[in-house]
């Protein structure tokens, strides 16, 4: 831990800027110091929820969220002195509430051939996850690439009859496709949505602070 950090501050030294990945598990006290830490030594951070096997799933959500909600209101006491955490999920997702955004695919791209990938043999995937799997496959660049027609967010039980599935947009495709655990999806879809709705929320907040030229 203490290298990666030192790494981090010798590359800020030369003007480039760096991003924290955390990963969430069923230890992790989220947020913590720690946390708050890598907020003032990264230029912003973003995390994921691992996909992983819980002792207690609707101990761990109701932590999580709990955790999520404290962690907005510290960002939003940032702001009302005119200081923007870079925050991704808050940051990116406070932006689509407040533009209307609304998204009828998966947010980073996939499955919309607008963002493919080419490996050294020339396959087309929609995922650089996923490089080796059929699923993800639309072509090559010798004989032509497709439109991908499998399945999307749309196609899940619990995204379709969502009330936040325009923000949320079904989350990582992959959980689509692999049909991942019920358990996992349920900790997942209720924790973004849970986010989602607390931002909403804030709102009116934000715009307020952007409307008196606090933010921009």
């Known amino acids: 831990y203490n290298k990666i950090i030192e790494n981090v501050k010798e590359i800020k030294k030369l003007g480039l800027r760096v991003y924290g990945r955390l990963t969430i598990t069923e230890q992790t006290n989220f947020p913590d110091y720690a946390l708050l830490n890598v907020l003032n030594i990264f230029d912003g951070i973003y995390w994921q929820i691992a996909e992983t096997d819980y002792n207690n799933p609707e101990y761990f959500l109701n932590n999580y969220n709990d955790s999520i909600n404290k962690l907005i209101e510290y960002w939003i006491e940032f702001l009302k002195n005119g200081i923007v955490l870079s925050i991704a999920p808050f940051n990116i997702l406070m932006n689509d509430i407040i533009l209307n955004n609304k998204y009828n695919y998966s947010r980073c791209g996939a499955g919309t051939n607008k963002h493919l990938y080419i490996t050294t043999a020339g396959n087309v995937t929609i995922c650089p996850d996923r490089i080796d799997d059929k699923r993800y496959s639309v072509g090559n660049v010798k004989d032509g690439i ?58 009116i907040i934000v715009k307020d602070l952007i409307k008196n030229d606090i933010i921009s």
């Open 146 to 203: 497709n439109e991908y027609s499998g399945k999307t967010f749309m196609d899940s039980e619990l995204c379709k009859n969502c009330n936040v599935n325009y923000l949320c947009a079904g989350g990582c495709l992959r959980d689509v496709i692999e049909e991942r655990s019920k358990e996992y999806r349920y900790i997942k879809c209720n924790s973004i949505k849970n986010l989602i709705n607390k931002l909403i929320e804030k709102k």
